[in-house]
Every structure is written in structure tokens, then in C-alpha cells.
């Protein structure tokens, strides 16, 4: 039963684009605490560094718990992850960087549930069969 609710759950929102937004931010995290020899940038952007994973992986947890904003919090998440390119060792090695931009990526292509599109084809094929049956009953 707990994994039913959870599936009714997770359909209604974008969430692999915020988990992978989420772990983004979490592994540039963990690449901060690399040794000195691998770190590419120290001192001033120290700060930085810190400061947009974190976004990162508050912006993955927002789009997750408030999906009526994903498009805001996924425009952020991808311009958080391109900027860890030049703050936090390449964007985490290019992992993180990655998991972000396709994570903000699939956050705003989300759409929520719709019914399904219908093409011209389809619809006069319907119509069709619809006149027919209307005409036999008649009869």
C-alpha cells in the first residue's frame, strides 16, 4: 500500500528532473571535499563553490515538494549548474554538472496530466465512425 501512494505521489510531480537536480547538487558537494591536489579552485570563490551546489540540491527539493513553480526552480537549477562549471572543479568533474542540466531539463518538460492529443487523422476518423453508427440507428 505505501508504494502504491508513493507512485500516485511521484506521477504527480517532475521527479526524476528534481532528484537528478538534487543528487547534482549533492555531488559537487562531495567534490568540494576532495584533497588540495585535485581541487582546481580555492580562496574567493571558495564561497562559491559552496553556495551553488547547495542551491542546486534546495532547487531539486523544491521542484520535487512544489511542482507548481517547476519552471522557475528548473530555469535556476540550470544556470546553478552551468555556473558550478567555473566555481566548483569543472561542475563536479562534469558529473554534477551533467545530473543538473539534464535534471533542470526534464523538471521543465514536465507537464502535468492532460488529455491526450488527438491528431486531425484521428479526429475525422472518429467522426466518421460516429455518422455511421448515428446513421444505422436511424434506420
Request: include cysteine.
Amino acid at each position: 500500500m505505501p508504494r502504491r501512494s508513493f507512485r500516485a505521489w511521484r506521477a504527480r510531480r517532475p521527479f526524476w528532473g528534481g532528484l537528478l537536480l538534487a543528487l547534482g547538487g549533492g555531488e559537487i558537494l562531495l567534490t568540494e571535499k576532495a584533497s588540495l591536489k585535485v581541487v582546481m579552485h580555492i580562496g574567493m570563490q571558495g564561497l562559491a563553490g559552496y553556495l551553488l551546489p547547495v542551491l542546486m540540491a534546495l532547487l531539486g527539493l523544491l521542484v520535487l515538494f512544489n511542482p507548481t513553480q517547476r519552471l522557475f526552480y528548473s530555469i535556476l537549477g540550470v544556470l546553478a549548474s552551468l555556473g558550478t562549471w567555473v566555481t566548483s572543479n569543472l561542475g563536479g568533474f562534469f558529473i554534477g554538472l551533467l545530473l543538473g542540466v539534464v535534471g533542470s531539463c526534464l523538471a521543465f518538460g514536465w507537464l502535468p496530466d492532460q488529455e491526450p492529443r488527438v491528431s486531425r487523422r484521428e479526429r475525422r476518423r472518429r467522426a466518421r465512425v460516429l455518422a455511421e453508427e448515428a446513421g444505422t440507428s436511424a434506420v
